[in-house]
């Protein structure tokens, strides 16, 4: 089966300073491909490559990118404008950010549908509302006609789904979607967001540096380090078999009820732009060897079942 | 709601003015010489003190202050506001004959001056360290560098003396209006098209605009329908300073054209120390400020819902 979202040695950098190096990922319909790492390790870039929304100073230097056989680096810049919001949805981390603040919310989910062609007055209406019930907001007329600060955050962010999958989407890029809102309120929104999957088959491209939302409810892991993806492979594997030091380190700083100790992760990334040689976990690594520092050569090693990693020399 | 918030407004305005005008009477009253002294100068004839002392009697200049501003206040309220001995007429009907002029030239120069700086600054905005970018904030550096009274000659000299296109002064018809609006409107285009270009900026890097383009909505709607309508919340209050002002009468640019406006009139009663007109002209100025606060502050009621909830809750 051919993947919906396919990213291949993707190199993506900001004013000439290298922020992607050589990401490779696939995504399959109806699957929920979650993203990790620390802040700045370029996960949001990821994103924005992936919608076109890299801005003005953003350049994909080198590498495939494509969306259901379509080249999303030399696409017109018209036509992506007609992919995102009807095929590709995208969520922020914000509540409500992402809505403008002084228009009605009913005003924002018709201007997003006129933007994709003419709808039916009626058939718009139970489009919306539909859609709104699908994320459990049961009141639509009333939240239509509200502006998204009279809203609280787990209701705007609900909104905010909604918005993004108003046009069924088969790819949705979530950036962060639960960081902002309370625990309670994050565990409703990952469930619904998972009725949503099963739902319209949605394929889900999930940004976060929540283990617990990756280990509830996603397929596979990407795990992202100083720009590169370092670790990937089904949730099962990489979760129970972590095979990169890092991913190692970042499951050991999941805090816990019972049982061990919480650890965290001494020093920071590297700077984007600053050079390294080798391996650029290296300098936090508790097992680097001296050949991580100097000449390692970056290339998947391969543990079976898709699940790949950057170090050559595995935890087990 | 809206209604009950712009009476309680209105209300709040009463001590305001009050305050005002006591203030402005005050100030006038310490004034070292008074009407009498005035006119005797200008007529240019010695008053023995006994005459003086009648005059002022006559005047009431004699009588405690606060009994003299009360009376004035009195008066204002049945359209008595004085005697200009300047122009040998009531002050009422000397001032609402300069206050069309006055209006005539706000309205113009505030069209002219929004035709002007909103697409600028937008497109200045949109098109953000481009050459078109470039060239629109070298003009209006330009346009806020130059003096007023001298845009105004320059105008002159071009379209009046050399094209001899427009008329140099007085009030003349349609024509007559033209180099006076261009004048104040040239360097407050200047400024606006910044102040519009900040804030447009501003907005498009909110946010709400990343939401818009990842939902695929169409770059003029998000500019024209969003931005461009969150940006009026600040460009409303800038513009309605600048309202304020021009209806105060531009000073030198009414002098300048001969425009007989209430500017050249408080010009020339402050030269002539004639009081009637000043306090007059003064009140003006009050009831205008506090009168544009208060429609901006309804304008924001129906630009930006956040601040009319409040106002509700």
């Known amino acids: 089966m051919t993947p919906i979202l396919s990213i291949q040695q993707l190199d993506v950098s900001y004013c000439g300073t290298r922020i992607l190096n050589d990401v490779t990922l696939a995504l399959h319909t ?37 969306f259901d056989g379509i080249d999303l680096i030399r696409i017109k810049k018209k036509d992506m404008r007609r992919l995102r919001g009807k095929r590709l949805g995208m969520v922020f981390q914000h509540p409500g950010a992402s809505m403008n603040p002084i228009r009605k919310i009913g005003v924002q989910f018709l201007e997003a549908l006129h933007a994709h062609g003419d709808f039916d007055k009626k058939e718009v209406r139970t489009r919306i509302l539909n859609m709104l019930s699908e994320l459990r907001l049961t009141d639509g007329e009333r939240i239509l006609n509200s502006y998204p600060f009279e809203l609280s955050g787990g209701m705007n962010q609900r909104v905010a789904i909604a918005l993004a999958m108003v046009l069924h989407p088969e790819l949705l890029l979530a950036d962060e979607p639960t960081s902002a809102l309370d625990v309670t309120v994050q565990a409703q929104v990952v469930r619904q967001l998972m009725d949503l999957r099963d739902h319209f088959g949605t394929a889900m491209m999930m940004v976060t540096h929540n283990m617990g939302v990756i280990s509830y409810m996603v397929d596979q892991i990407a795990v992202m380090y100083a720009g590169r993806v370092v670790e990937y492979g089904n949730k099962l594997d990489v979760m129970k078999h972590p095979q990169h030091p890092y991913t190692k380190a970042l499951i050991a700083a999941i805090p816990q009820l019972h049982g061990r100790k919480m650890v965290g992760i001494p020093g920071q990334p590297p700077v984007f732009g600053e050079p390294y040689a080798g391996c650029p976990f290296a300098a936090r690594c508790t097992s680097a060897r001296a050949a991580c520092r100097q000449e390692l050569k970056l290339v998947p090693n391969d543990y079976g079942n898709g699940h790949w990693t950057l170090c050559p020399y595995g935890c087990d | 709601m809206i209604w009950r918030y712009a009476v309680k407004r209105v209300l709040q305005l009463i001590p305001i003015l009050f305050g005002i005008t006591l203030l402005s009477y ?41 009994l003299q501003y009360f009376q004035w206040l009195g008066k204002i309220f049945t359209g008595d506001m004085g005697y200009s001995y300047l122009k040998n007429m009531d002050v009422f009907p000397l001032f609402m004959k300069a206050l069309p002029s006055t209006l005539l030239l706000t309205l113009s120069s505030m069209v002219v001056t929004v035709c002007i700086s909103v697409p600028l600054g937008i497109l200045s905005a949109v098109r953000q360290n481009k050459i078109t970018d470039y060239v629109i904030r070298f003009f209006s550096f330009i346009g806020n ?39 104040l409107a040239i360097a407050m285009s200047a400024k606006y098209t910044r102040q519009v270009r900040a804030t447009v900026l501003e907005e498009l890097n909110k946010d709400y605009v990343m939401g818009c383009l990842a939902r695929g909505v169409k770059g003029r709607t998000i500019l024209l329908a969003n931005v461009l309508k969150n940006s009026m919340l600040t460009i409303v209050t800038l513009l309605a300073l600048s309202i304020g002002s021009l209806l105060g009468g531009t000073a030198i640019v009414e ?37 544009i606060n208060l429609i901006t502050d309804l304008i924001y009621h129906f630009l930006d819902p956040r601040i009319r909830m409040q106002g509700e809750g």
């Open chain 1, 30 to 66: 109806g699957k929920i491909l979650g993203v990790v790492g620390e802040s700045g390790s370029g996960k949001s870039t990821l994103l924005q490559a992936v919608i076109g929304l890299l801005g003005d100073h953003g350049r994909i230097d080198h590498g495939k990118l494509e």
């Open chain 2, 26 to 66: 005050a100030l006038m009253q310490s004034a070292s010489a008074d009407t009498v002294d005035m006119m005797m100068q200008k007529r240019g004839m010695l008053i023995t003190p006994e005459n003086q002392a009648v005059m002022r009697h006559e005047m009431g200049l004699d009588q405690p202050f606060i």
């Open chain 2, 255 to 291: 002098s300048i054209f001969m425009w007989p406006g209430v500017g050249s009139l408080a010009v020339d009663a402050i030269g002539n120390r004639d009081y009637a007109i000043i306090q007059v002209y003064v009140i003006w100025m009050a009831v205008i400020y506090v009168g």
């Open chain 2, 145 to 183: 560098a130059l003096p007023g009274f001298f845009v105004a000659l320059l105008l002159l000299l071009v379209f009046a003396l050399w094209l001899g296109w427009l008329p140099v002064t007085g009030n003349h018809g349609f024509v007559s209006i033209l180099l006076p609006t261009f004048t």
